[in-house]
């Protein structure tokens, strides 16, 4: 999950980012964050939703905290 997220979040960022926060030192860009959130939000939530018995909304929370 972390290679494809912050991967994808990476070339969004430095493509399309515009809005900057700064964290520890370090300059994001709001459009790259939420890239990487998208992301890793899909990356968990379908697989447990197509291979597992768990419920939709089970799903949607369990992603949504990791």
Not at 14 to 28: D, I, L, M, P, S
Not at 58 to 64: H, K, N, V
């Amino acid at each position: 999950m972390l290679a494809l997220a912050d991967a994808l979040a990476a070339l969004i960022g430095k493509g399309y980012g515009e809005t900057y926060f700064h964290t520890a030192g370090e300059k994001r860009s709001i459009e790259g964050s939420s890239a990487f959130l998208i992301t890793a939000f899909l990356l968990v939530h379908i697989p447990m939703l197509l291979l597992s018995d768990t419920s939709r909304v089970d799903t949607i929370l369990i992603a949504l905290g990791c």
